[in-house]
């Protein structure tokens, strides 16, 4: 039976936290509420919260869940099925244990009358601020499952972009993989014994495999855990700065500013956003709202900047386009469309138009980059490989010709 954390406030308005097990999060309110407690927040505390990277990669890859769940839902509630006998229907069919419990609380709460956007909102692992803004506007408006059907297609959009980005990683870190491994044993096994063979004679070995003996030793001997402990250590503090608001800001700079992956970064920026703003506007929410929630997923801290600027414009009656164009992010060419949108009053259809339009010249450009790579990692992988080869090999043909 899972465990769940909890925080609440008793009747003389304490705090009071700790940990229960229940079947489910509704279950676990039912027994704080039956020991006088007021719950304020309760999160399951799943096993593999603690278990390092491969649980945290399993939790990003739930997400994905929400693709399916909205997609059945969106059909069920546009064939006239009520919503919390469709919650039932997921909930039976869910085969993800911490899915299924997250949709049986969000069940249990809507039907106490608690708003589906509200029951929504404590499960930030499946469901995004996105989302949840959509859905209250669904519930709001009446067209809930307009909306869901409008977020299914947009979740399926956003993951297709970004397995293509994945995809595109793949083959190289798999040569860059293979070519560590052959270095590495080389220098640990191949070449220390080779060397050693020819020392015994009393011969000078070439520079080059002195080094890579060298490197070997270092690699075997317990110096190696120092420097990968120093390696980490660095790579620590270097997260730690960048999570503060001034090292995100110029590590979003530096990405901008680069050569030849910069403008696609850029691309992919804009099209999140054009895309996001676009969805949001077509399922019924106002400007200053969507920029809102827009803002909080841009994932730039300069494209962020820009969008809340953009939106105290919107409230004090200008545009939105001049911050969109200062900003730096934004090309010219696309914030003179925003303005032609906003202008003609079709923002929405404009802003879907630039996005699609983004997103695929960005494709163009990953393949491009993708079959550019791919040749140049085989010729520098090749160089190593043939440096290495060549100094294992060397110490034997002069031996062999009596040249030591």
Same mark, same amino acid.
């Given at each position: 039976?899972?465990?769940?954390?909890?925080?609440?406030?008793?009747?003389?308005?304490?705090?009071?936290?700790? +940990?229960?097990?229940?079947?489910?999060?509704?279950?676990?309110?039912?027994?704080?509420?039956?020991?006088?407690?007021?719950?304020?927040?309760?999160?399951?505390?799943?096993?593999?919260?603690?278990?390092?990277?491969?649980?945290?990669?399993?939790?990003?890859?739930?997400?994905?869940?929400?693709?399916?769940? +909205?997609?059945?839902?969106?059909?069920?509630?546009?064939?006239?099925?009520?919503?919390?006998?469709?919650?039932?229907?997921?909930?039976?069919?869910?085969?993800?244990?911490?899915?299924?419990?997250?949709?049986?609380?969000?069940?249990?709460?809507?039907?106490?009358?608690?708003?589906?956007?509200?029951?929504?909102?404590?499960?930030?692992?499946?469901?995004?601020?996105?989302?949840?803004?959509?859905?209250?506007?669904?519930?709001?408006?009446?067209?809930?499952?307009?909306?869901?059907?409008?977020?299914?297609?947009?979740?399926?959009?956003?993951?297709?972009?970004?397995?293509?980005?994945?995809?595109?990683?793949?083959?190289?870190?798999?040569?860059?993989?293979?070519?560590?491994?052959?270095?590495?044993?080389?220098?640990?096994?191949?070449?220390?014994?080779?060397?050693?063979?020819?020392?015994?004679?009393?011969?000078?070995?070439?520079?080059?495999?002195?080094?890579?003996?060298?490197?070997?030793?270092?690699?075997?001997?317990?110096?190696?855990?120092?420097?990968?402990?120093?390696?980490?250590?660095?790579?620590?503090?270097?997260?730690?700065?960048?999570?503060?608001?001034?090292?995100?800001?110029?590590?979003?700079?530096?990405?901008?500013?680069?050569?030849?992956?910069?403008?696609?970064?850029?691309?992919?920026?804009?099209?999140?956003?054009?895309?996001?703003?676009?969805?949001?506007?077509?399922?019924?929410?106002?400007?200053?709202?969507?920029?809102?929630?827009?803002?909080?997923? +841009?994932?730039?801290?300069?494209?962020?900047?820009?969008?809340?600027?953009?939106?105290?414009?919107?409230?004090?009656?200008?545009?939105?386009?001049?911050?969109?164009?200062?900003?730096?992010?934004?090309?010219?060419?696309?914030?003179?469309?925003?303005?032609?949108?906003?202008?003609?009053?079709?923002?929405?259809?404009?802003?879907?138009?630039?996005?699609?339009?983004?997103?695929?010249?960005?494709?163009?450009?990953?393949?491009?980059?993708?079959?550019?790579?791919?040749?140049?990692?085989?010729?520098?992988?090749?160089?190593?490989?043939?440096?290495?080869?060549?100094?294992?090999?060397?110490?034997?043909?002069?031996?062999?010709?009596?040249?030591?």
């Amino acid at each position: 039976m899972p465990r769940f954390a909890y925080s609440a406030i008793d009747i003389n308005r304490k705090s009071a936290s700790g +940990t229960l097990t229940a079947e489910n999060p509704f279950a676990a309110r039912k027994q704080l509420r039956g020991k006088g407690l007021h719950p304020t927040s309760i999160r399951e505390v799943a096993v593999d919260e603690h278990s390092g990277l491969f649980s945290r990669a399993i939790s990003r890859n739930r997400k994905g869940l929400a693709s399916d769940f +909205t997609r059945q839902l969106a059909t069920m509630l546009n064939a006239g099925i009520k919503l919390t006998d469709a919650l039932t229907v997921l909930v039976q069919q869910q085969p993800d244990p911490r899915f299924k419990n997250a949709l049986s609380d969000i069940r249990d709460r809507v039907v106490t009358g608690e708003s589906f956007a509200d029951a929504m909102a404590e499960y930030g692992d499946f469901f995004d601020i996105i989302f949840i803004s959509m859905i209250r506007v669904g519930e709001v408006t009446g067209t809930l499952g307009a909306s869901l059907e409008t977020m299914a297609g947009f979740i399926d959009k956003r993951r297709r972009v970004e397995s293509k980005m994945t995809t595109a990683m793949i083959y190289p870190c798999v040569l860059i993989l293979g070519c560590m491994a052959v270095v590495i044993f080389m220098s640990i096994y191949v070449i220390p014994k080779i060397a050693e063979q020819i020392e015994k004679t009393g011969q000078q070995l070439p520079w080059i495999t002195r080094a890579l003996v060298a490197s070997g030793r270092i690699l075997a001997s317990p110096w190696i855990l120092v420097i990968l402990a120093g390696l980490a250590g660095l790579v620590w503090l270097l997260q730690r700065m960048l999570r503060t608001p001034r090292g995100a800001h110029l590590r979003d700079r530096v990405l901008l500013s680069l050569p030849v992956f910069g403008p696609l970064i850029k691309q992919r920026i804009v099209a999140r956003f054009t895309s996001t703003l676009s969805t949001l506007l077509r399922s019924g929410m106002s400007m200053a709202d969507s920029l809102k929630v827009v803002a909080e997923v +841009t994932g730039n801290t300069i494209m962020n900047r820009a969008v809340r600027q953009a939106r105290e414009r919107i409230l004090s009656g200008a545009d939105i386009a001049t911050p969109l164009r200062d900003s730096g992010v934004i090309d010219p060419t696309i914030a003179h469309m925003v303005t032609v949108g906003e202008k003609s009053g079709e923002l929405e259809k404009m802003l879907r138009n630039i996005s699609d339009t983004l997103e695929s010249q960005s494709d163009i450009v990953i393949e491009r980059l993708s079959a550019a790579m791919e040749p140049c990692i085989i010729v520098v992988l090749a160089i190593i490989i043939g440096t290495i080869t060549y100094a294992a090999l060397m110490p034997l043909i002069k031996f062999s010709a009596g040249q030591m």
